[in-house]
């Protein structure tokens, strides 16, 4: 599926946006005994548990909220753990065209091609700056 041009996405998905777009974009099974409890669990590595929002105004709306230094390394983290979880599954190139399209760049599609493994090029999709935008 080929996006329309336009500009590119801005705002940073949060750690939910982040995890459900990362679980759709591989079709995971979320029936499987105790997938409900690694989502929390992801959810939680990824400092946005539900409802413990850390104000009445609800979670962060801005990118300094889920981009800090230790967030990006728990989404590469969570990245990582996802791709082995799945183990050849999934197909990188499929993978990338299906949720990036033409937003991927040639440096991504250069790491990606070079990867040391399957989940490893998963990975770095999932973690890379045009996977966390929306």
Do not use: N
């Not at 669990?41 to 850390?54: E, I, N, T």
């Not at 801005?62 to 999934?90: C, F, H, Q, S």
């Amino acid at each position: 599926m080929r996006r329309r041009p336009g500009p590119s996405p801005s705002k940073v998905k949060t750690a939910s946006e982040f995890v459900i777009a990362s679980l759709r974009a591989v079709d995971a099974r979320l029936d499987q005994p105790g997938s409900d409890k690694a989502v929390i669990g992801a959810l939680k590595g990824l400092g946005q548990l539900p409802f413990a929002a850390p104000s009445p105004a609800g979670w962060p709306d801005r990118a300094d909220g889920w981009i800090g230094p230790d967030a990006v390394m728990e989404r590469a983290d969570y990245a990582a753990t996802l791709a082995r979880r799945l183990r050849g599954r999934v197909e990188p190139g499929g993978l990338m065209e299906a949720s990036l399209g033409p937003l991927a760049s040639p440096a991504l599609s250069q790491a990606v091609a070079r990867a040391a493994s399957v989940d490893d090029a998963v990975a770095l999709i999932l973690a890379s700056p045009e996977f966390q935008r929306r």
